[in-house]
């Protein structure tokens, strides 16, 4: 079998060609001039939204089960302010198991159209039934479905069997809405650091890390 081709380090010509744009947008240094990390995460996924061909609003959400286990699988991101950054699931799933043995977690972004990427860590807790029920009304009813159908991590034997849940619950609710099913709900991390990296040339990245620090937070540059 042969081995996969690692692509080498750009040479100063390829940073110069390939990194023009994304070299242009992560050079200011005011940037990281604030004295809290919601605001410039806000910028940051707007600037995704922009650029970034798909979901841009997908994090790697790692966790750590009843067996300190570690644990990683990408999520959407679907709300973020100042309390933290909100994601929903059925609570029996994996993680969701992992999260009620083990309240804590890390997100990680990575925006590679942009060159830039943003790790967060903390605690997590459940979001109200209020703030669960409003998401899932948002989704499409196929979704709304979907969620009563799968017993998410668990063994499936077949596609069709899937189908056929499908199929079942779709029977169940016709002409009706479809309610939020109890074991679906959301969670908010709540960040104690966010660190914020961005691509340089020659692998001398900028990296900044907000700590939580009572009421605040406190800021410290990091080496590449």
Same mark, same amino acid.
């Given at each position: 079998?042969?081995?996969?081709?690692?692509?080498?380090?750009?040479?100063?010509?390829?940073?110069?060609?390939?990194?023009?744009?994304?070299? *242009?947008?992560?050079?200011?240094?005011?940037?990281?001039?604030?004295?809290?990390?919601?605001?410039?995460?806000?910028?940051?996924?707007?600037?995704? %939204?922009?650029?970034?061909?798909?979901?841009?609003?997908?994090?790697?959400?790692?966790?750590?089960?009843?067996?300190?286990?570690?644990?990683?699988?990408?999520?959407?991101?679907?709300?973020?302010?100042? /309390?933290?950054?909100?994601?929903?699931?059925?609570?029996?799933?994996?993680?969701? /198991?992992?999260?009620? *043995?083990?309240?804590?977690?890390?997100?990680?972004?990575?925006? %590679?159209?942009?060159?830039?990427?943003?790790?967060?860590?903390?605690?997590?807790?459940?979001?109200?039934?209020?703030?669960?029920?409003?998401?899932?009304?948002?989704?499409?009813?196929?979704?709304?479905?979907?969620?009563?159908?799968?017993?998410?991590?668990?063994?499936?034997?077949?596609?069709?069997?899937?189908?056929?849940?499908? *199929?079942?619950?779709? *029977?169940?609710?016709?002409? /009706?809405?479809?309610?939020?099913?109890?074991?679906?709900?959301?969670?908010?991390?709540?960040?104690?650091?966010?660190?914020?990296?961005?691509?340089?040339?020659?692998?001398?990245?900028?990296?900044?890390?907000?700590?939580?620090?009572?009421?605040?937070?406190?800021?410290?540059?990091?080496?590449?």
């Amino acid at each position: 079998m042969t081995a996969p081709v690692i692509p080498p380090s750009p040479s100063r010509e390829e940073y110069a060609e390939q990194y023009a744009a994304a070299l *242009a947008a992560n050079s200011d240094e005011g940037a990281f001039e604030r004295a809290e990390p919601h605001g410039l995460f806000v910028e940051w996924l707007e600037d995704a %939204k922009r650029y970034e061909p798909n979901d841009p609003n997908a994090m790697a959400l790692a966790t750590v089960d009843g067996t300190s286990m570690p644990d990683v699988r990408m999520v959407l991101l679907k709300d973020v302010d100042g /309390q933290g950054f909100t994601f929903y699931s059925n609570r029996e799933s994996a993680k969701g /198991q992992a999260l009620e *043995a083990n309240p804590v977690a890390a997100l990680l972004f990575h925006w %590679k159209t942009l060159r830039r990427q943003v790790r967060v860590r903390g605690r997590v807790e459940p979001v109200s039934a209020e703030e669960a029920d409003a998401y899932f009304a948002s989704r499409a009813r196929e979704s709304r479905i979907g969620a009563w159908a799968s017993d998410q991590s668990r063994p499936l034997g077949s596609r069709a069997d899937l189908e056929a849940a499908v *199929a079942r619950q779709t *029977a169940r609710f016709d002409g /009706q809405e479809v309610p939020r099913p109890e074991r679906w709900t959301g969670w908010r991390l709540v960040p104690d650091s966010v660190e914020f990296w961005r691509d340089r040339p020659f692998r001398l990245h900028d990296r900044m890390r907000w700590d939580r620090d009572g009421d605040g937070w406190s800021r410290t540059r990091l080496q590449p």
